[in-house]
């Protein structure tokens, strides 16, 4: 973030000047239609801006945003890794990017077999060779598998099943899936070593059991050490276990979900398949399921006849969960991405993500408190922070509002929900040492600070373009929409501006 | 290693002694040990070089709308899209970031999803609009969600038969576990009013139509909205965008909820995704809707600032209570959607959508003036049907040949439409184009 951003920059509304034009249209080419007069509107209160303006307006708010072009953005679960430029390269190709989705088959073969590669790849390294590619991100993954899961009892004539386990530990998605298909929630409790607790889930499994949503590794950045016993409990009682894949990080081209019992996953590619998350999507989350159950996922799927690529719906499908072939420009980055590290180096994803987060979590031992102090994390650990709050009156968010002081993006707090004041921290693979020891050494020194000088951290962050926003007044008034042009004052920085900015 | 890990192998040696292992394997031993090291049947790793080359030659096998007219629409269309939207929305800064949770470092994105929702609102004549849902079909369910939960003893949805069928297929993925009956589309050629005098009642939480509807018509549908409030229920409207440039806003003509497919607003077709759900809806609706919405408020020194807000709605929240399971969604489009409103504006777009009409309606003409075709729309913006001598599909293989790619072939989807294609024309046709897609058609009829 440069000096710039922390300049106060107006709504677009605010820059709108009558009779300033940002585009250039052609003149029409063809006689003139009288326009429906009696259908149109009166008024198009648009904002009207030259171009040059509209460049050095979001070029300014791109400034006041961090990113991981940027450094390290270590949110916990949400896997923020380097995005490789030669993703978008692909993207851009003129049959990629411009061909219109209802084309006849016979003319975009070549996005036809990418996708039909694509589902064979995830196929693979699931283990589970069902694939849709349709849904457009994870969220929509899991309605997917869920609802997959229903047709399956359904199918049966298995009709009384209506509850999902979902562990204390799980992503809130999880849940919320539960109750968009359909179903009651019924929580599992974690153990004293952050797994299941079987002899919860025991006295939780009946027939009524749909299956089990689980993370693995879970959200508190362990391996579920019984993981195969888990799934086994579930199918002992005809429920079936839907794998969460926010988390696939951690194993990818190492360990396969179909060889820990999984019948049912999704994949995040913006996760784990370096699709740059834009500010909160687009992103991909294509579902794996075994062979029994690939009748049932949404379609259309792609497949191959001799040398051609078609759609298809398969036989008993819960239908279409969006429209069109899913977010296909995201499957191209991801099928990219794929191919650029190939069957060799794959496996080197996991293995670095983990030893990184292992090292982080070494070195921030002692200062901070892992949250389960005797197990080797995954690709990601969480850290408890009762004790600052109680010895030093400091809580999560003030450190984390620090982190932001030190020139890095914090990581995920306060969730997992079960580890009370926590910090959730996911460095990826694409750190290197040296950057991991540059986060080491700000996270220690705002221990220190939180001991000797703790109202620095409540007062953080300090040189951002706003400080802390009144989220309260936010919620309770809502304002939601530019409304009218305010007094300059109101919108004007209270502080000296740095030197050099106009 | 690979060339995306930054890592050496000294770097990873002395970070194992860190760590206090002998070995990357100790730090799996957790595993199953016979679901380690699964045989994963990938191809090789390929250079940037020979990946771009093979990424290019599977490119060149599809006919893209740079080297062909094209005039297939049908929910998703080829529009102009200026040099500042690929520009701005792929600057890192915007493009590498995630969900604006820390809002002091992510002011960028939360002030562009603001902006991004006032204009929305301006161009529906809604209240409130949300960050994005994932495509117009989505957010159409979201939408009928809304509608079932607004009410304790309504739990039916009306659908117009003429609303897009891949949406009408995600609202009855969306709501089959739910158990909400969707209903109206049952004969695909009934008028709006007959499926209204069939099923409007007591039990109706919503009636969902589209205006332009997926046959290319629009409508003023002050009436319909009047009777659909009659019965008490909520009118949604699914638009589309780029129409909303010159037709009434539907928030003026008794809309509810707004909903539709953004991607025509700056948005690469891209083989149907990522597009942009859009949901706008009135003030009362808020507190029930789905997804992230940005609020404006002040720091602890007063400045202006944004927000994620009403979060107590959202999954990460509410868990099993919330009003959708939505996390991710379509931020960056919905950005690609601000920087082309932005640049276009109010004179722009106006011009954009008007350039659609006008450019359409002489196809059509063209079109009807052809021996063997009727153009049977009427009140259409830039999308209408045409019944052609043959099938569509045999047509579309000739066109084809033309370096032209032809319309939707609406007897996929309504089967009374038999013969029945549906041409769009946007800004981007010529009249040469229109042109040659007449030399072309009076071919076919040889």
Redesign the interface.
């Known amino acids: 973030?440069s000096i710039v951003a922390n300049k106060?920059?107006p709504?677009?509304?605010e820059m709108s000047t009558p009779g300033?034009?940002?585009?250039s249209?052609?003149d029409?080419?063809?006689?003139?239609?009288p326009?429906?007069q009696?259908?149109?509107?009166k008024d198009?209160?648009?904002?009207?801006?030259s171009?040059v303006d509209?460049?050095r307006?979001?070029?300014r708010?791109?400034?006041?945003?961090?990113?991981?072009?940027?450094g390290i953005?270590p949110?916990g679960s949400?896997t923020?890794k380097?995005?490789?430029k030669?993703n978008?390269?692909?993207?851009k190709?003129?049959?990629?990017?411009?061909?219109?989705?209802?084309?006849?088959a016979e003319?975009?073969?070549?996005?036809l077999?990418?996708m039909y590669e694509l589902q064979n790849?995830l196929g693979?390294?699931s283990?589970l060779p069902g694939v849709t590619l349709q849904p457009?991100?994870?969220?929509?993954g899991?309605?997917t598998g869920?609802?997959v899961i229903?047709a399956y009892h359904l199918a049966r004539g298995d009709t009384a099943r209506n509850e999902v386990l979902v562990p204390d530990s799980a992503?809130?998605?999880n849940?919320?899936?539960?109750?968009?298909?359909?179903?009651k929630?019924v929580e599992v409790k974690s153990d004293r070593r952050g797994n299941v607790d079987l002899d919860n889930l025991r006295a939780k499994v009946n027939e009524k059991t749909v299956g089990l949503m689980l993370t693995n590794p879970n959200t508190l950045g362990?391996?579920e050490?019984r993981?195969?016993q888990v799934c086994q409990i579930v199918h002992d009682v005809g429920g079936l276990v839907y794998g969460d894949g926010a988390n696939l990080n951690a194993?990818v081209?190492?360990?396969?979900a179909s060889?820990?019992g999984f019948d049912v996953v999704h994949t995040?590619l913006?996760k784990t398949f370096?699709v740059?998350?834009?500010?909160?999507?687009?992103?991909?989350?294509p579902v794996m399921v075994r062979e029994n159950l690939a009748q049932f996922l949404?379609g259309p799927i792609v497949v191959k006849h001799g040398n051609e690529y078609s759609f298809h719906m398969p036989q008993h499908s819960?239908?279409?969960?969006?429209?069109?072939?899913?977010?296909?420009?995201?499957l191209?980055r991801a099928y990219?991405y794929?191919?650029?590290?190939?069957?060799?180096?794959?496996r080197?994803?996991a293995?670095?993500a983990?030893?990184?987060a292992?090292?982080l979590?070494?070195?921030l031992r002692g200062a901070y408190e892992p949250a389960f102090p005797d197990?080797?994390c995954?690709h990601e650990f969480v850290l408890d922070g009762t004790r600052f709050a109680k010895q030093y009156g400091v809580r999560t968010l003030d450190v984390?509002?620090r982190i932001?002081d030190m020139g890095f993006?914090?990581p995920?707090i306060y969730?997992p929900l079960i580890v009370p004041e926590c910090l959730m921290i996911e460095p990826t693979?694409?750190?290197?040492?040296a950057?991991l020891d540059e986060f080491a050494d700000a996270l220690l020194q705002i221990a220190e600070e939180a001991r000797t000088d703790p109202d620095l951290l409540h007062s953080a962050?300090h040189n951002?373009?706003?400080?802390?926003?009144?989220?309260t007044?936010?919620?309770r008034d809502?304002?939601?929409?530019?409304k009218t042009r305010?007094p300059l004052a109101?919108?004007r920085?209270?502080?000296i501006i740095p030197t050099g900015v106009g | 290693m690979h060339r995306f890990i930054p890592n050496t192998d000294a770097d990873r040696a002395a970070m194992l002694k860190t760590i206090g292992v002998g070995s990357v394997e100790e730090l799996f031993s957790d595993v199953p040990r016979e679901a380690m090291n699964a045989q994963i049947n990938l191809p090789p790793a390929l250079s940037e070089l020979e990946l771009m080359r093979e990424l290019r030659a599977m490119s060149a096998q599809n006919a893209h709308l740079s080297d062909y007219a094209g005039f297939l629409g049908a929910g998703a269309y080829n529009h102009f899209i200026p040099a500042t939207v690929p520009h701005l929305i792929f600057r890192a800064e915007f493009f590498t970031a995630y969900t604006p949770y820390q809002p002091e470092i992510s002011q960028g994105t939360l002030q562009t999803i603001f902006e991004y929702q006032s204009m929305i609102c301006d161009l529906t004549g809604m209240d409130a609009a949300n960050a994005s849902h994932y495509d117009g079909a989505t957010a159409t369910a979201e939408a009928a969600i809304l509608a079932v939960n607004s009410f304790r003893d309504r739990e039916k949805i009306i659908v117009a038969p003429t609303l897009h069928p891949e949406y009408r297929a995600t609202l009855r993925t969306y709501l089959e576990g739910q158990g909400i009956p969707i209903v109206g589309d049952e004969d695909l050629s009934a008028p709006l009013e007959a499926v209204l005098a069939k099923h409007l009642d007591a039990k109706t939480a919503g009636v969902i139509v589209a205006n332009p509807d997926f046959l290319g018509e629009v409508r003023d549908l002050r009436a319909v909205a009047d009777r659909v409030h009659a019965a008490g229920a909520l009118f949604i409207v699914s638009a589309y965008p780029i129409a909303l440039g010159m037709y009434e806003a539907p928030g003026n003509y008794g809309a509810d909820v707004v909903v539709g497919e953004g991607q025509s607003l700056g948005n690469a077709i891209g083989f149907g995704g990522p597009y942009l759900g859009i949901f706008a809806c009135k003030e009362k609706h808020i507190r029930r809707s789905a997804g992230r919405l940005v609020g404006q408020t002040v720091d602890t020194q007063g400045r202006r600032g944004f927000v994620l807000t009403l979060q107590a709605r959202e999954q990460h929240i509410r868990r099993e209570k919330a009003t959708s399971n939505i996390c991710t969604n379509e931020a960056l489009n919905a950005l690609a959607a601000c920087v082309y409103l932005a640049t276009m504006g109010k004179q722009g777009l106006r011009q954009v959508a008007e350039l659609c009409y006008q450019k359409a309606h002489q196809a059509a003409r063209e079109i009807a003036a052809l021996p063997g075709y009727r153009v049977t729309s009427n009140e259409f913006f830039n999308e209408f049907v045409v019944e052609c001598p043959r099938a569509v599909a045999d047509i579309n293989q000739i066109l084809h040949e033309h370096k032209i790619i032809g319309g939707y072939d609406l007897s996929k989807d309504y089967p009374h439409l038999k013969n029945s294609m549906l041409v769009a024309v946007t800004e981007m046709n010529t009249h040469a184009q229109i042109d040659a897609l007449m030399d072309a058609l009076n071919e076919v009829k040889r």
Request: charged share 20%; glycine share 8%; with cysteine.
């Open positions: 973030m106060l920059e709504i677009l509304y300033a034009i940002g585009v249209l052609p029409s080419d063809v006689p003139e239609t326009l429906p009696h259908l149109m509107r198009l209160p648009l904002p009207e801006i171009e509209v460049v307006h979001f070029t708010l791109s400034q006041k945003n961090y990113c991981v072009d940027l953005y949110l949400c923020m380097y995005n490789p030669m978008e390269e692909a993207i190709l003129p049959g990629f990017s411009q061909i219109h989705p209802y084309q006849d003319t975009v073969q070549g996005a077999q990418l790849y693979e390294i283990g457009a991100a994870g969220a929509q899991e309605l869920i609802l229903r992503h809130g998605t849940p919320a899936t539960s109750t968009m298909g359909g179903f929630v362990l391996f050490e993981v195969q194993i081209g190492l360990v396969r060889d820990l995040n913006h370096s740059p998350h834009g500010g909160g999507g687009p992103g991909a989350g949404p819960i239908g279409r969960v969006k429209s069109f072939w899913g977010n296909f420009l995201a191209v990219t794929i191919r650029s590290y190939g069957r060799e180096h794959l080197e994803i293995e670095n983990v030893i990184n292992n090292y979590l070494a070195r197990r080797k995954k984390a509002k932001i993006y914090p995920t969730f693979e694409t750190q290197s040492k950057s962050p951002t373009p706003v400080s802390r926003l009144d989220e007044r936010a919620a809502p304002i939601l929409r530019y305010e109101a919108m920085d209270p502080e």
